[in-house]
């Protein structure tokens, strides 16, 4: 077993509100507020990439249940392609940014054989004859990212537009759109960054805030899982579900 240790993952999460502009659009619009702000931009180009994540879980959903998530994450940015296994749990806080334990490994390619054999050689607890061997929730997005820094901590900005597709529902695609953004060190700056986009104090510009986003701690997993719930022509009373549909988790 590897010596890992388990990186925190402390982020900032909003979602977008209707009448948002175009992606790069609101994206150099957010990156100015920063930059009025003190942040200093790291890269000139904004990345653009391809994530596909498959989500996997116990047959009672104890991973949703609980706050955490298993997935494999399967990357594309221009001619580079990467395949990733990720285990999050979360942290308690009352930051108003999420906190979560997460385990990251590279795999050789996607599906749960290389994702159980990859987390099974850290020290992640999960019990892998609990999770159903095929995913549950599929999230297709497409990135839009960015790298700040102030006083000597970074921050990725990120802009995502997002397809969930429920793999045990018979549901209809869901599409969202999110900001992400995740401190690279003292988690404590995203409280600066949450203030200028919220202010309660004229300390910051814009004065009145950045209003085409509102505050979440839902991971995408969670939210997806909800979003899709709530579309499909299978969410019937729970009379209606036979043993079966309850056995294949479309009950959570």
Known sequence: MKNTIKEPENELKYTINEGAPQKHIMLWQLLSILRDNGFNLCLTDIEDKT??????????MDLLKSGGSLRTRRIQ?????????????????????SAR???EEPLKRGGFNYLRKAMNETDADID?????????LNVTTERSEALLEKGGVLISLALDESVYTN???NSPPVYDGMLEI???GDPRILNEVHAIFFPTSPSFKPYKGYHKITPTKQSKYSR????????????LPEESYTDKDIELGKVY
């Open 224 to 235: 997806g899982i909800n979003m899709t719930m709530e579309l499909s022509p299978s969410f």
């Open 77 to 97: 940015m221009g001619d580079t392609k990467k395949v990733k296994g990720t285990y999050k749990k979360p942290v308690e806080s009352e930051s108003v940014y």
């Open 128 to 136: 892998f004859d609990m999770i159903v061997d095929t995913p549950i």
């Open 51 to 60: 994530i596909s994540d498959d989500y996997y879980d116990t047959p009672n």
């Open 182 to 184: 995740e401190a690279k």
């Open 167 to 169: 793999y045990k529902l």
């Open 101 to 103: 334990e997460e385990f």
